[in-house]
């Protein structure tokens, strides 16, 4: 009671301190999570939108107009030439005029555009006054629809900013509609989201992307629920301030050409047709470059970024409360782990294993569905975890230890108290009642072979023999309960549980078969008598646990369904066959395995018949034999006795196949097929 007690206070505690960390985006861990996640961005191919293409005022740009801030009537002669395009995105602004020529002249480039959006920058501190006019001009930007959804039924939630640098009234009155291009840094300086929108003077104001968006697609933006926007039929999942997480691609893959060439008409306008332009600025000193998860790259890619993820549906949806739930699972691994698997070896490889398999599968679901889940919080939370448990165990495990040895070890043998002592929980002391799986085995004409060998030889023998088939009890799972003379006894799912200890039990008598031919064939070189077992295997519900004297005691099973094992065993030598099992345990154990059916038998001591199997070597020659064995069998129990007989002389002629003498002899004699009463043990 106490130790439990003390694992749900450390459960409880550290799952909440995770909690709070993950919640809070508490420094340095919410950086280190951050950077964490950043691979998701190395690991896909996906390709950006083809009908997006970056216009960047660059270096050679540069070298043939001079510095920037250019005559604006250079800039217009490259806009002139995007005439083309559906949409085109100015991610820069003219807020200071020059002359009122030069000025017209830019704004009569933008006014010839089908679609035009001037960027503005929203910031918390600026020397720029703004007219009146020029705030009702970018008014007719707002999102009116969506601030009024959000008004009635509140949130998604926006950033906000009380001041704005913008273009002149010319430029403004000359685009179709205005997008701030402000973006929003995470703690660690990085750009991961982009905002949809932002409010300023009272008003909800698109980002560039979005406004890009709203006019080459002809529809608006709208609230769906409280983390989700619209376009069209198509989704964006936000955050609680508003932004969503962008989708970086390669950035060999991001479509750019030089202002130079499509102002010079390298480019022709005919490449532009139908795509969405961003016009921005890459030279050194005035271009703005963006610190993302995959370098430095022109901010204006982040526009290019957002918006392609929207077109090619490669946006990052983020489950709600889906980190939360797995760092739930990664505290509570250790602690199930703990209950379950008693090596710290084990456990630690199992802890790891889980988060390395939960690991792959969430970075596949980014890669193939674009799911954003955040694995570092969980990663913490089972590094707690697994040190405080293990912490706690090999505490509790020393106290156990020493208590153990001076309680029982006047009437335990000293391998069971160091069992017990390992995996205190695993030994019931008393019985209980359990569903097992109870195999025996013996060696046929064992009389015969002890006495044509002196004692020696005789126990060399036996030890040789013992060994393999006891390796397989082992190997399997199973407890080896006794040796029995030549005899052995085993057991599956107790002490430790085995989920399908039929299987087990199966797969450990088929290879006793198997590393019997094997000693036999060495006995063979040695002109030493092969050896033959039986293999009798029973399911049943026994009672398993501590039995014996209040000074010693044994670890073992008693019950009708170990008679019923033993009983099974003797009848493997009525078939000439080697393995058989009972109808319980064929109704427990899976497709691997091929048996067939023998006939039904009351055993010695029994009233009620058990039908009984032959459990058969996995291979082609028992599917073979087994297809023409049941046809056989089905016949005979019609009681068509001829044809039953030429089936099984031919399994006996092509196989020499055992079971089928068996019920040969029956049909020459004239014996149907029915219960077979056993009168010996």
Known sequence: MKEKVIYLFVFTSIMIATFLLHLYKVEPFESFSLRFNDIN?????????????????????????????????????????????????MDMIFSEPTTATKDAILGESLSSLDASVCGFFLRHNSTQLISDDELEVLSDSSLDLLQSQIAEHSKPSFASAEFAEMNILTILESCTMSGSFSTIRDSDDKLRTYPVSIYFQNLLYPSLGVQGLRLKLNEDIQRVDDHRVKIGDREISLDKNGLTRLNFYQKEQYKIVSFIDVAKGKIKPEYFKNKIVILGITDVGVGDIANTPIGSIPGPLLHYTFMSNFLQDHLIKEPKNATLYLITLMVLLPFILI???????????LNIGVYILLYTYVKYLFISQMIYIDLFYPLVSLLLSLSAVEAIAFNMQEKSSK??????????????????IKNPDSLSL?????????????????????ESMDPVSLINLLNRYFTPMTNSVLENGGMLDKYIGDA??????????????????????????????????????????????GIGINTADVVVGNMGSDSRFNYTVIGDGVNLASRVEGLTKNYGIDILITEFTVAKISKEFIYREIEPVKVKGKDKAVLLYQLMKTDDESKKIKELYDKALSIYKDDDLKTAEKLFSTLVENYDDNPSKFFLKNIINGQSWGVHKMTKK
């Open 339 to 349: 209950f379950l698997v008693k090596k710290i070896l084990y456990r630690t490889l």
């Open 41 to 89: 961005f190395a690991l896909q191919e996906k390709k950006p939108d083809s009908n997006i293409v970056f216009v960047a005022v660059d270096e050679p740009s540069v070298n043939e107009y001079g510095r920037w801030p250019w005559d604006r009537e250079k800039l217009a002669k490259g806009i002139d030439a995007l005439y083309l395009s559906d949409v085109v995105l």
């Open 488 to 533: 052995v006894m085993a057991f599956f799912n107790a002490p430790v549980d085995i989920k399908e200890h039929a299987d087990a039990s199966c797969r450990c008598a088929l290879e006793m078969i198997d590393r019997l031919d094997t000693l036999n064939k060495e006995l063979e070189a040695e002109n030493i008598s092969a050896i033959k077992i």
């Open 403 to 420: 208590f153990m040895r001076g309680a029982f070890s006047s009437y335990l043998s000293s391998d069971l108290l160091d069992q017990l």
């Open 430 to 450: 008393g019985g209980e009642n359990k569903e097992l799986s109870i195999l025996f085995s013996d060696i046929r004409g064992f009389t015969t072979i002890s």
